[in-house]
């Protein structure tokens, strides 16, 4: 299967991200079909394959996607993307998500080093943001394991089927990820490509 051009592969020790196609549909819809996988999204589950796949976006210059993969490249995990950004500030915003057999493994740490890599170097972040439910620990807990530092409660900033929800702002800048970037598990992440 061939990969799109222009956006970097990564490989770590027990993953391989490249970039959303329209073929992970089916595996995505693992998480984006799973109401308990998507109640901090801002938008509810998929009610199926169809509307998962109608939900997968393209490839702009304020929003792109990568898989993330098992190592061989086959089974697919979760999705990893950035968002709202914005060039001239030098941000962006980061989202993601795991099917939820994957959970509790360290799967998105894994995968979230390389990428923010990615974001302070080719991308020349600044600044990466992450908008967090307050009753979301576990994605709390990962973004102040890579760094992350809350910035703030941003009321009613969501709105989910006419229910609006609170979120806390999270940002890491580019010095604090260069003076304490975290290491993967084992040999340095690096781009296939």
Not at 56 to 68: P, Q, S, Y
Not at 80 to 107: D, F, P, S
Request: hydrophobic share 40%.
């Amino acid at each position: 299967m061939a990969e799109p051009k222009g956006r970097p592969v990564f490989a770590t020790e027990r993953l391989r991200l490249r970039p959303l196609m329209a073929s992970d549909a089916k595996g995505l819809h693992a998480a984006y079909g799973d109401p308990e996988a998507m109640r901090f999204w801002d938008f509810t589950a998929s009610r199926d394959l169809a509307q998962t796949a109608a939900r997968m976006h393209g490839k702009t210059h304020r929003h792109a996607a990568w898989a993330v993969l098992a190592n061989d490249g086959k089974r697919f995990m979760g999705m990893l993307c950035y968002h709202h950004r914005e060039a001239w500030n030098r941000r962006l915003e980061v989202g993601y998500i795991l099917a939820r057999e994957h959970w509790r493994k360290g799967l998105m740490h894994e995968a979230l080093v390389p990428f923010l890599g990615h974001c302070f170097g080719a991308l020349k972040c600044r600044r990466v943001e992450a908008s967090i439910e307050p009753e979301n620990a576990a994605s709390i807990r990962l973004a102040e394991k890579l760094g992350f530092r809350p910035e703030g409660l941003m009321r009613d900033r969501l709105c989910v089927e006419g229910k609006f929800r609170n979120v806390i702002m999270y940002a890491l800048l580019a010095g604090d990820w260069h003076a304490r970037r975290p290491q993967p598990r084992a040999g340095a992440p690096k781009s296939v490509r």
